[in-house]
Nanobody, 117 residues
Framework: QVQLVESGGGLVQPGGSLRLSCAAS????????MGWYRQAPGKQRELVAT???????NYADSVKGRFTISSDNAKNTVYLQMNSLKPEDAAVYYC???????????WGQGTQVTVSS
């Protein structure tokens, strides 16, 4: 059992920045990947960024060059630094941990990111 608690969402103007955090706790399992997904109103959930325990990263084309995923293993925390935010980035952002065991996914509660002037 893994619990993921997100924080850092909020309201920001276009061009602004936010940093999302996701703190993990619970049972220890081998992790395949961790990442961030988002879902905007009326749209399907989409991958934003992922990383492996080795540090390999992948980003959606729409956020490349603007967002950075990172982790602090000592704190069991994953971050998403979001810069140059655009209105189209507005969504509920969900932290994700994918386990090697059965490919099980755990999700954070979601944090709202609003980009508006």
């Amino acid at each position: 059992q893994v619990q993921l608690v997100e924080s850092g969402g909020g309201l920001v103007q276009p061009g602004g920045s936010l940093r999302l955090s996701c703190a993990a706790s619970g049972s220890s399992f081998s992790i395949n990947s961790m990442g961030w997904y988002r879902q905007a109103p009326g749209k399907q959930r989409e991958l934003v960024a992922t990383m492996t325990p080795r540090g390999s990263t992948n980003y959606a084309d729409s956020v490349k060059g603007r967002f950075t995923i990172s982790s602090d293993n000592a704190k069991n925390t994953v971050y998403l630094q979001m810069n140059s935010l655009k209105p189209e980035d507005a969504a509920v952002y969900y932290c994700n941990v994918n386990l090697i065991f059965k490919g099980i996914n755990y999700w954070g509660q979601g944090t709202q990111v609003t980009v508006s002037s």
